[in-house]
Structures are given as structure tokens and as C-alpha cells.
């Protein structure tokens, strides 16, 4: 006879005790307590949550009323404008899943996307009208509604959709009632990779994930309530980490910018007392090597800062002119970030380039991620905890994917033994905190030797002439590869390649030290990561 648990018996989940988590709820809330406070700001744009939350649901009533509904897919091309925030949450309120497009990708990129998934909509920015117009025509989905969004800070667009997003938003009901998800694992979006060595494939989130990141973001940043976030990071970019709907539940401030530049981002943070943003490694160092004449705010701002590792030289300099820098790190696939370099009160007592040189590490877990080791892939046996033994990074938890979109053999392939495997190295340092050291594309082997291409890239920011730095393998006849430095001086810097080569062999192993170096612009994706598989096919070319 088998025994009921006293905790169990009639203590059923209800409707009064048991809602699935969304992150819809916090613009509902938001907009019910502080319907006057400052939401969105652009241009001469200025919108408070009352407002904000109006045009979501209009927008969602419209959706619905066009047969848009529980599990249909709507794109949207768009920069950091007021619409594609509002997307996060009109979209998913009407059932749909909103799928935010990498507004740098080609007509053909675009085009596979809207056909694999299989978009009933799309949103399109008049700065990207002629390349959806392409897309659309190239995947052939001519039933496809194409709905343009008009911006007046724009000059010289031309529509290409069926209807407007404003002849949209009027066509909504104030009244509509949002469609919340009566289970938490059903899709909210849908994220796709860079797909730099295939086609891209399609990471999906669940409401549960990005309610319980959103919240983390809060939590792991010590965000005070009503915070000023400026939008330099993408919001296409794993649906900007989140921070859609963290700022919603912050009740804060959206501080929208089309273009990232050093003098609009400082003129922003000066003029709204900007108190959050968030880049690449690569937004740090243009603001760090602006010209002072910008910098004047005097207000505490703090930075988010992922993708690459990095240098603590770039932490180092954004935190000498009173900017505090956050270090996580995450995929696409977990909702972002979902690890964090947590800052202890005893290394305050540090000198700078101490204290840089620990926030340059990846970190610990964040507050919804569950599980986080370095481990041996083949065994799932963790690496010892002594900043040294190199393995992969794995995490668990609620916020990693669903999986990828129509994808069951890779989706099977990452959740290795009821892990994520993250195809990063990394170390585990002996306090616990993960250390990022390659992708494992990017480890360069070397005479049968592992040289971390951000070790090295570590080494030449270091060096003052340097602005930028990347390094990847190059096929070498005795050593099989050796380490190819491509580096972009500062303004008015001039340093030979054999002097910077030589400078590397003076700061680490000289077996790890560049053999080659090639000066110049880096190419970048638009989150600002440096596309290093465009480095490694001119690396290969240098020695055909």
C-alpha cells in the first residue's frame, strides 16, 4: 500500500496558487503602479509605462485580430528603437513567438530564417527595408505580413510592407485581455546563432527562463529600482540578454540609440543620467579611448560586459574614468548571461591592475542558473579546481534553451549527460570562479602545445600603441600551427611587427608568443565580437 505524503494530499496546484511565470507580468504590473514614470526615451520620443503598455497591448490586439495567435512566429529587423521594445512583449501577448533578427545578416541569411521559422509576420525598420524586401521575395512567403515601422529620425525610407506598425497599433483594442502562456515552458522567442559554419540554427526560449533571467539580471547587477539602461548591446542579440523584460520588472527606464558611437553614448549618459549599459569588449575600448572632452558625467554609471574575454588593459581603463564593470559571460543558448565575475568586498583592497585582472574572469553561477563545471567532455568528470587543468564548460538549469528549432540531432548533441555543453575551455580557479580560455575552434595547438588565443590577446593589449587585438592559428609545415596576431594600433601609433613580437616574448612563454603579425582594421559582427573565422581564412591565405 503506497504512502501519501500529508504535504501532498489535497494540496493541489489551483489557479489561486499555481500561475506559470512570464515575464509578461511585469509590464502589466509596471504599468499598474507607475503609469506616469519615464519608460522609453528616443529622440524627442518620451513615453511613460502607461503609455508604453497601451501601444504592447494594441499592437498584441491587432496580431490577434490578423489571425496571429499561440505558437505563430513574428520576425522582427530592427535597431534599439521604441517598436522592437515593445516586441518583446506585444508579440508573446498575443500567443505568437517573436523572433528578433540580426539586423546585419544578408537577404539569403534573412530569407532561411523567415522560412525555417516559418514567420507569419514581419517587422521591418526602414533602415533594413530594401534587404527584408529581398529576403521575403528570395523565401518566397508572399503570405507573409510585411508591416513597416516608421521612424522620423530616419531619413530616406521607403515602405516595403502591407501596413504600418502605426496603422497597426490603431487597428488594437485598448481592452484586449494579453494572452498569458498556461504553461511556462511554452516558447516566448526565438534566438538564431551566427551560423558562421553552417546555417545559423535556432535557440528557443521559454517564458520560464526569461522571467527567472530577467529577475537575475536585477539581482546579479544590485540594479536599484527605476534604473536608466542606455541600449547599446542589440536587442536582437539573445533578445538583449534579457534586459527587455528586466526593465520592465525594474519599473526602469528604456534609453533607445540607433547607432553605437562614442559621442551619442556619452551626450546620453550625460543628458539621462544613464545608470546601466551594456557591450562587447570592443564598445568598452572606443569609449575608453574617446576623447576626454566626452566623458563629462559625474554620476556612478556601471557596464555589463561579455563575449570575448576581456583584457583587464580595457577593464582597467573603463574603471580608471568612474565607469564599474560587471564581467559574465553566457551563449545564446542560456538566455544570455548566465554566469557572473561576483565581486567580493575583501578585493577592494587591491590595486588596479589586481583587481582588473580578477574581473577579466568569467565567474560563478548567476542566480537562475543551476549548475555551472569544467569538465572532461568525453567523461562529464570535472577538471581539479586549480586554474591550470583546462576542460569544457557545462551548465544546467532553468535558463538554457528549450533547444533548437527542428533540430532534434543537435539539440540531443548539446545537452550532453544532462548538461549544456558550451564548446568552451576554460579553467575552474581554486574559489571557484570559471576562467574562459578558448573556444575550442580557437585553440591554437602548437608543437603539441595549447596556446590560449586570449592569453595572447591578454599579453598584446597590454602593449600602448594597441587598440585592438586578435589572434588565431595559422598552419605552420614544423609546428602544425603557430599563433597569427592581427592588430589595430591607436590613432598616431606606430610600433614594428618584430618590436611587438619581441614585447610578447618579454610578458609570456615564448613558444606562446605570436609568430605573425598583420595590421589593420578587425572585422566585427554587430554586437562588436571580432569574427575571428574571417581571421583564420586570411591566416590560412598567408601561408599559400
Given at each position: 500500500?503506497?504512502?501519501?505524503?500529508?504535504?501532498?494530499?489535497?494540496?493541489?496546484?489551483?489557479?489561486?496558487?499555481?500561475?506559470?511565470?512570464?515575464?509578461?507580468?511585469?509590464?502589466?504590473?509596471?504599468?499598474?503602479?507607475?503609469?506616469?514614470?519615464?519608460?522609453?526615451?528616443?529622440?524627442?520620443?518620451?513615453?511613460?509605462?502607461?503609455?508604453?503598455?497601451?501601444?504592447?497591448?494594441?499592437?498584441?490586439?491587432?496580431?490577434?485580430?490578423?489571425?496571429?495567435?499561440?505558437?505563430?512566429?513574428?520576425?522582427?529587423?530592427?535597431?534599439?528603437?521604441?517598436?522592437?521594445?515593445?516586441?518583446?512583449?506585444?508579440?508573446?501577448?498575443?500567443?505568437?513567438?517573436?523572433?528578433?533578427?540580426?539586423?546585419?545578416?544578408?537577404?539569403?541569411?534573412?530569407?532561411?530564417?523567415?522560412?525555417?521559422?516559418?514567420?507569419?509576420?514581419?517587422?521591418?525598420?526602414?533602415?533594413?527595408?530594401?534587404?527584408?524586401?529581398?529576403?521575403?521575395?528570395?523565401?518566397?512567403?508572399?503570405?507573409?505580413?510585411?508591416?513597416?515601422?516608421?521612424?522620423?529620425?530616419?531619413?530616406?525610407?521607403?515602405?516595403?510592407?502591407?501596413?504600418t506598425y502605426d496603422e497597426l497599433l490603431a487597428e488594437g483594442d485598448a481592452d484586449f485581455t494579453p494572452i498569458l502562456p498556461?504553461?511556462?515552458?511554452?516558447?516566448?522567442?526565438?534566438?538564431?546563432?551566427?551560423?558562421?559554419?553552417?546555417?545559423?540554427?535556432?535557440?528557443?526560449?521559454?517564458?520560464?527562463?526569461?522571467?527567472?533571467?530577467?529577475?537575475?539580471?536585477?539581482?546579479?547587477?544590485?540594479?536599484?529600482?527605476?534604473?536608466?539602461?542606455?541600449?547599446?548591446?542589440?536587442?536582437?542579440?539573445?533578445?538583449?540578454?534579457?534586459?527587455?523584460?528586466?526593465?520592465?520588472?525594474?519599473?526602469?527606464?528604456?534609453?533607445?540609440?540607433?547607432?553605437?558611437?562614442?559621442?551619442?553614448?556619452?551626450?546620453?549618459?550625460?543628458?539621462?543620467?544613464?545608470?546601466?549599459?551594456?557591450?562587447?569588449?570592443?564598445?568598452?575600448?572606443?569609449?575608453?579611448?574617446?576623447?576626454?572632452?566626452?566623458?563629462?558625467?559625474?554620476?556612478?554609471?556601471?557596464?555589463?560586459?561579455?563575449?570575448?574575454?576581456?583584457?583587464?588593459?580595457?577593464?582597467?581603463?573603463?574603471?580608471?574614468?568612474?565607469?564599474?564593470?560587471?564581467?559574465?559571460?553566457?551563449?545564446?543558448?542560456?538566455?544570455?548571461?548566465?554566469?557572473?565575475?561576483?565581486?567580493?568586498?575583501?578585493?577592494?583592497?587591491?590595486?588596479?591592475?589586481?583587481?582588473?585582472?580578477?574581473?577579466?574572469?568569467?565567474?560563478?553561477?548567476?542566480?537562475?542558473?543551476?549548475?555551472?563545471?569544467?569538465?572532461?567532455?568525453?567523461?562529464?568528470?570535472?577538471?581539479?579546481?586549480?586554474?591550470?587543468?583546462?576542460?569544457?564548460?557545462?551548465?544546467?538549469?532553468?535558463?538554457?534553451?528549450?533547444?533548437?528549432?527542428?533540430?532534434?540531432?543537435?539539440?540531443?548533441?548539446?545537452?550532453?549527460?544532462?548538461?549544456?555543453?558550451?564548446?568552451?575551455?576554460?579553467?575552474?580557479?581554486?574559489?571557484?570562479?570559471?576562467?574562459?580560455?578558448?573556444?575550442?575552434?580557437?585553440?591554437?595547438?602548437?608543437?603539441?602545445?595549447?596556446?590560449?588565443?586570449?592569453?595572447?590577446?591578454?599579453?598584446?593589449?597590454?602593449?600602448?600603441?594597441?587598440?585592438?587585438?586578435?589572434?588565431?592559428?595559422?598552419?605552420?609545415?614544423?609546428?602544425?600551427?603557430?599563433?597569427?596576431?592581427?592588430?589595430?594600433?591607436?590613432?598616431?601609433?606606430?610600433?614594428?611587427?618584430?618590436?611587438?613580437?619581441?614585447?610578447?616574448?618579454?610578458?609570456?612563454?615564448?613558444?606562446?608568443?605570436?609568430?605573425?603579425?598583420?595590421?589593420?582594421?578587425?572585422?566585427?559582427?554587430?554586437?562588436?565580437?571580432?569574427?575571428?573565422?574571417?581571421?583564420?581564412?586570411?591566416?590560412?591565405?598567408?601561408?599559400?
Amino acid at each position: 500500500m503506497s504512502h501519501i505524503s500529508i504535504y501532498e494530499s489535497a494540496l493541489d496546484q489551483t489557479a489561486a496558487n499555481y500561475v506559470a511565470l512570464t515575464p509578461l507580468s511585469f509590464a502589466e504590473r509596471t504599468a499598474a503602479i507607475y503609469p506616469d514614470q519615464l519608460a522609453v526615451v528616443y529622440g524627442d520620443i518620451r513615453r511613460n509605462w502607461g503609455e508604453t503598455y497601451d501601444r504592447m497591448v494594441r499592437v498584441a490586439s491587432a496580431l490577434s485580430k490578423r489571425g496571429i495567435g499561440k505558437d505563430d512566429t513574428v520576425s522582427v529587423i530592427a535597431a534599439n528603437i521604441p517598436e522592437m521594445f515593445e516586441a518583446h512583449f506585444s508579440v508573446p501577448m498575443c500567443g505568437a513567438v517573436l523572433n528578433t533578427i540580426n539586423t546585419r545578416l544578408d537577404a539569403e541569411a534573412i530569407a532561411f530564417i523567415l522560412s525555417h521559422a516559418e514567420a507569419k509576420a514581419v517587422m521591418v525598420d526602414p533602415k533594413f527595408a530594401d534587404v527584408v524586401d529581398r529576403a521575403v521575395k528570395i523565401s518566397g512567403r508572399r503570405d507573409m505580413l510585411v508591416i513597416d515601422i516608421i521612424d522620423d529620425t530616419f531619413e530616406g525610407a521607403h515602405r516595403v510592407g502591407h501596413i504600418t506598425y502605426d496603422e497597426l497599433l490603431a487597428e488594437g483594442d485598448a481592452d484586449f485581455t494579453p494572452i498569458l502562456p498556461a504553461n511556462e515552458w511554452d516558447a516566448i522567442s526565438l534566438n538564431y546563432t551566427s551560423g558562421t559554419t553552417g546555417d545559423p540554427k535556432g535557440v528557443v526560449y521559454h517564458h520560464r527562463g526569461a522571467h527567472l533571467n530577467a529577475l537575475s539580471n536585477i539581482v546579479t547587477w544590485g540594479m536599484a529600482h527605476h534604473s536608466r539602461y542606455l541600449w547599446t548591446l542589440p536587442m536582437f542579440h539573445c533578445n538583449g540578454w534579457c534586459f527587455p523584460w528586466a526593465i520592465a520588472a525594474n519599473a526602469g527606464v528604456c534609453v533607445c540609440l540607433r547607432a553605437v558611437r562614442a559621442e551619442p553614448i556619452y551626450q546620453l549618459i550625460r543628458d539621462e543620467k544613464v545608470t546601466h549599459f551594456c557591450g562587447a569588449p570592443i564598445v568598452l575600448n572606443m569609449l575608453a579611448h574617446a576623447p576626454d572632452e566626452l566623458k563629462d558625467f559625474s554620476h556612478e554609471v556601471k557596464v555589463m560586459t561579455a563575449g570575448a574575454s576581456p583584457p583587464a588593459a580595457v577593464i582597467a581603463n573603463m574603471e580608471s574614468m568612474g565607469i564599474e564593470v560587471t564581467h559574465v559571460y553566457g551563449l545564446t543558448e542560456t538566455y544570455g548571461p548566465s554566469v557572473v565575475c561576483a565581486w567580493k568586498g575583501e578585493w577592494n583592497d587591491l590595486d588596479g591592475a589586481q583587481k582588473a585582472k580578477l574581473k577579466a574572469r568569467q565567474g560563478v553561477k548567476n542566480v537562475a542558473l543551476s549548475g555551472l563545471m569544467v569538465a572532461n567532455p568525453d567523461t562529464l568528470e570535472e577538471v581539479p579546481h586549480d586554474g591550470v587543468t583546462m576542460g569544457e564548460i557545462f551548465m544546467r538549469g532553468n535558463n538554457v534553451m528549450k533547444g533548437y528549432l527542428k533540430n532534434p540531432t543537435s539539440t540531443e548533441k548539446s545537452f550532453n549527460g544532462g548538461w549544456f555543453a558550451s564548446g568552451d575551455l576554460g579553467v575552474m580557479h581554486p574559489d571557484g570562479y570559471v576562467e574562459l580560455k578558448d573556444r575550442s575552434k580557437d585553440i591554437i595547438i602548437s608543437g603539441g602545445e595549447n596556446i590560449s588565443s586570449v592569453e595572447v590577446e591578454d599579453v598584446l593589449y597590454k602593449h600602448p600603441a594597441v587598440m585592438e587585438a586578435a589572434v588565431v592559428a595559422k598552419p605552420d609545415e614544423k609546428w602544425g600551427e603557430t599563433p597569427c596576431a592581427f592588430v589595430e594600433l591607436k590613432p598616431g601609433q606606430e610600433i614594428s611587427a618584430k618590436d611587438l613580437i619581441a614585447f610578447c616574448r618579454q610578458n609570456m612563454a615564448h613558444f606562446k608568443a605570436p609568430k605573425t603579425i598583420v595590421f589593420g582594421e578587425l572585422p566585427k559582427t554587430s554586437t562588436g565580437k571580432v569574427q575571428k573565422f574571417v581571421l583564420r581564412d586570411r591566416a590560412r591565405a598567408l601561408t599559400a
